[in-house]
């Protein structure tokens, strides 16, 4: 049915129309952090998620209509617009998608955002712009070698400004945007924090170390080891995406044209942002190698460590 839509019908109308997009460059990055937004009451982010039920409904049909799969966690909308409503959406998300766009990132720009406390487990929807572009695993084997550089230089750059950012207040706090805890699949239970020190984050990632999944005590006891010599070092805690994966980098023409997914935003120890991408996979795989020129390299025994930690901890894993 797109092809007869895309004779007859406005562009606008469309679910491939997309708003121009904040192009990296096209503002001054910012030095320093920006504030966190000040957010919505409950009430008003109450009445906005009533909206986004009706909204998402109405996407069901509008797929239909347009003749597109429907996908629930990111609902289709004309105008250039998505419904984001899923497991990982939080007030936080909210939170560091917005100071990423007064810093000058290229990432949606959200409309509104509602609360559901009906639905425990996405409790909060979030509408915003679509975003031009494919995701880089889809085009990465197509790109020229300038058109891979620039990606890579582009995301340098946007991973070195807000590495730099300085923690306002000037404490060590492990927490998200909004001084709350911390979520990632890498943690037991998937949240944790805030945590004052990085000594009571590791406290919580070795809570759950069990010997389940080895076959002797020596091979138990070796993977400790090499686990706790993360305890060892004391890392800068540092602005961090959280989230460093292929599929959350959309690309147009050669370049960025987002950088998705800011639901694990927050600060933690410099060498997250790297050992999460890096801890899957061979080492050839494409993603890989870019992560370790990036700046996974200069963490060759975290990486270590929490490989060993994975193994350690497989059996708390809730996914």
Not at 290 to 314: C, D, F, I, P, Q
Request: glycine share 6%; aromatic share 12%; proline share 7%.
């Amino acid at each position: 049915m797109m092809g007869w839509l895309g004779y007859l019908v406005p562009k606008i109308l469309l679910p491939t129309f997309t708003w121009p997009h904040q192009v990296l460059g096209s503002v001054d990055l910012a030095s320093t952090i920006p504030p966190a937004p000040r957010l919505l009451p409950p009430t008003i982010r109450r009445a906005v998620g009533f909206v986004h039920d009706y909204l998402q409904t109405f996407s069901y049909h509008y797929c239909r209509w347009c003749g597109i799969p429907f996908d629930n966690q990111i609902a289709a909308l004309p105008f250039g617009l998505v419904l984001k409503w899923s497991d990982g959406t939080r007030l936080e998300e909210v939170a560091a998608t917005m100071i990423a766009r007064a810093a000058g990132f290229p990432v949606s720009k959200i409309l509104s955002y509602g609360d559901h406390p009906d639905t425990p487990h996405a409790p909060v929807s979030i509408l915003m712009t679509r975003i031009p572009g494919k995701e880089l695993g889809e085009l990465y084997e197509k790109m020229t070698d300038n058109e891979r550089e620039s990606v890579f230089a582009e995301l340098q750059c946007i991973l070195q400004v807000m590495r730099r950012w300085e923690r306002p207040g000037g404490n060590n706090q492990i927490c998200s945007v909004l001084g709350t805890a911390i979520r990632s699949v890498r943690i037991p239970n998937h949240a944790v924090g805030p945590c004052e020190s990085e000594a009571e984050f590791n406290n919580h990632l070795f809570s759950t170390v069990s010997s389940h999944s080895f076959t002797t005590r020596e091979e138990f006891e070796e993977t400790v080891r090499i686990a706790e010599k993360i305890r060892k070092s004391q890392h800068p805690i540092v602005f961090t995406h959280g989230d460093l994966k292929h599929h959350n980098v959309m690309v147009l023409d050669g370049h960025i044209s987002a950088f998705l997914d800011w639901e694990s935003a927050g600060w933690y120890p410099d060498y997250w942002e790297f050992t999460t991408p890096l801890r899957y996979g061979p080492k050839d795989f494409w993603w890989n190698a870019m992560v370790r020129r990036l700046g996974g390299e200069n963490y060759v025994t975290e990486l270590e460590s929490e490989k060993a930690l994975v193994a350690l901890t497989v059996d708390s894993w809730v996914w």
